[in-house]
């Protein structure tokens, strides 16, 4: 079954940068969409960003669009998010996700999550 591990995360100040990861293991990402989503505490979780298996489709929150960049690596099974000038707002948890199919959406395989905390 497929597993997935994020790391990246850390605390940074606004401004600040961070690349998150998101490997797998136990089988390939290459033909799934991955999704990153974010938990804020007392909140619901909400999606972020998604990339299609061949990378060529991506979609991303209005709050995070110029910011931040989606991409993958499939021979590395990996997905990656690079989140540029933070700000406090995208303090959460961050959860990778593994669609069974090519396209975004239909999440089946969900990370533990990595914890990134954007203070002064």
């Known amino acids: 079954q497929l597993q997935l591990v994020e790391s990246g995360g850390g605390l940074v100040q606004p401004g600040g940068s961070l690349r998150l990861s998101c490997t797998a293991s136990?089988?390939?990402?290459?033909?799934?969409?991955v999704g990153w989503f974010r938990q804020a505490p007392g909140k619901e979780r909400e999606g972020v960003s998604c990339i299609s298996r061949n990378g060529k489709i991506t979609n991303y929150q209005d709050s995070v669009k110029g910011r931040s960049t989606i991409s993958r690596d499939n021979a590395k099974n990996t997905v990656y998010l690079q989140m540029n000038n933070l700000e406090p707002e995208d303090t959460g948890v961050y959860y990778c996700a593994a669609a069974e199919v090519g396209y975004c959406g239909n999440y089946a395989y969900w990370g533990q999550g990595t914890q990134v905390i954007v203070s002064s």
């Open positions: 136990g089988g390939t990402l290459s033909y799934s969409a």
